[in-house]
């Protein structure tokens, strides 16, 4: 009887393991993962109203709190930011013509360039459901325009790259991700591949020589150009190490993200998609 | 399992699914968040034997994996044996399986099956998911099941009401059997 048991339940076990891995087999077959992903769209759309409702909730309440305990630094910050958007409104008036000279280069090398891009603005309404990924969830889907591959940014600097799109959400995959890798240029020189390695830890760039003059400080903005590239002109990070290896062949370059990501309320995706 | 059980099982992933993703995907500490899908699978290997905690542990994988943009069957392959692998604790803490000592061993399986999904998805290609990342969600996880065991060991105890273990014993409602 306990033999019987122990061999049903083995059985039991084998089976849906077998299972699982026709499962995950069937998801790297292109008819299946489409089913598999119309499925998980459908899911999110279904869960999207309960997560909205929450933020809706839980949003002002946080800001509530925050606000309440640092109001007098608020009151700091505001003024200081009105200070700097005067200068900004001065600079960016000065900046026009060159924007447009660059606008006008870029497109003669048939680049694309982030100026004039329709946004379309999304609320972040959940983070990642894997504790293996670094994304988020927006409360924009196709409906309103959103497709997988758009950009995605706030506060002046590239937040990542829309992955999939359901009707009413999409999922946005973080610049920090260890699989995001976003080809970029530093200052104006160089083309690198800006990859992420995982919550809290620094962008690393890709194929650095150890000649290349990269020096801490330095923005890095996107190319434009390669494999899964974005609008060119995008802040992406902040150089914050440059180390040479002791026979000067390689340059290890780790860069801050330009957006805090761990700090995302709305975001804006750039309608915009790359060529081909 | 009955139908009676089935419909309950389907009504707490879908439940926990909701949870999930709605409520404790915001709660990161070190940028992890607590698992409950996982808890689920661990908490049912714990109430009703490895036999049904596995098939427990496979609905709710099912469920997991809708909402991730990982490779669709890895969360069923991790929950199947961590579902299955409590089942055997279960079987072996005899004489010891007070509420106390299930809700900390299935917090414990919790933990090492969030350590076994990242290890089965380096095998399928997401290297990144080793590492540094590894150790906060193993120890975020493990911390939120010790939280959560209790009500999630309930509500399986709840699902297999009036059904046999694999000792053959029924599980009766509030509480585990033998």
């Known amino acids: 009887m306990a033999a019987n048991r ?21 998801d790297y077959h292109g008819q299946a993962s489409h089913a598999i992903t119309d499925v998980r769209n459908a899911v999110r759309d ?4 309960i ?4 933020a809706a909730v839980l949003h002002p309440v946080g800001d509530v ?3 309440t305990i640092n109001y007098g630094s608020l009151e700091t910050q505001n003024q200081q930011l009105r200070r700097e958007l005067g200068e900004i409104r001065l600079k960016l008036a000065a900046d026009a013509y060159a924007s447009a000279e660059a606008g006008r280069v870029l497109s003669l090398a048939n680049l694309p360039f982030v100026a004039g891009v329709p946004l379309i ?3 972040v309404i959940g983070n990642s459901p894997s504790n293996f990924q670094s994304t988020v969830e927006l409360d924009t889907g196709t409906s309103s325009g959103v497709g997988p591959g758009m950009p995605v940014v706030a506060n002046a600097g590239l937040v990542g790259s829309v992955v999939t799109a359901s009707s009413s959400t999409a999922t946005v995959l973080l610049v920090n991700d260890p699989t995001s890798s976003i080809p970029v240029t530093v200052g104006t020189t160089g083309l690198y591949r800006a990859v992420g390695a995982g919550y809290g830890r620094p962008l690393t760039l890709d194929y650095v020589a150890g000649s290349t003059a990269v020096h801490r ?35 290890t370059v780790t860069a801050t993200p330009k957006v805090d990501l761990n700090d995302l309320q709305f975001v804006d995706v750039l309608e915009w998609l790359e060529p081909g | 399992m009955t139908g009676s059980s089935w ?3 389907a009504l707490v992933v879908a439940i926990g699914l909701v949870l999930q993703v709605a409520v404790l995907d915001d709660v990161t500490v070190a940028g992890a968040h607590p698992d409950l899908m996982v808890l689920i699978a661990a908490c049912a290997g714990m109430t009703a034997g490895s036999q049904r905690g596995a098939i427990a542990g496979f609905t709710a994988g099912l469920a997991a994996d809708l909402v991730v943009n990982l490779p669709y069957g890895l969360s069923p392959l991790t929950f199947v044996l961590v579902g299955f692998g409590t089942g055997l604790v279960r079987a072996n803490l005899a004489g010891r399986d007070d509420e106390r000592t299930q809700a900390a061993a299935c917090a414990v399986a919790a933990g090492a099956g969030t350590l076994l999904y990242a290890l089965l998805g ?8 080793v590492g540094l990342v590894t150790v906060s969600a193993v120890v975020v996880v493990t911390a939120g099941a010790a939280v959560l065991s209790w009500p999630v060991l309930r509500s399986l105890q709840w699902v297999f009401a009036g059904s046999r273990d694999q000792l053959g014993l029924v599980v009766p409602r509030g509480g585990s059997a033998g």
Do not use: D, K, N
């Open chain 1, 6 to 26: 122990r061999t049903s339940q083995r059985l039991t076990l084998v089976m849906l393991v077998l299972a699982s891995v026709t499962v995950l087999t069937l």
């Open chain 1, 51 to 54: 997560q909205r409702g929450i």
């Open chain 1, 46 to 49: 279904a869960i999207s109203p």
């Open chain 1, 121 to 123: 603005t999304s609320e």
């Open chain 2, 7 to 9: 419909a309950r099982l």
């Open chain 1, 65 to 67: 709190f925050s606000g």
């Open chain 2, 122 to 129: 380096a095998l399928t290609g997401h290297s990144g998911m």
């Open chain 1, 217 to 251: 400080g330095e923005l890095i903005y996107s190319s434009g150009l390669g494999g899964g590239a974005i609008l060119a002109g995008i802040p992406v990070g902040i150089v914050s190490a440059v180390r040479v290896s002791a026979e000067g062949l390689v340059t």
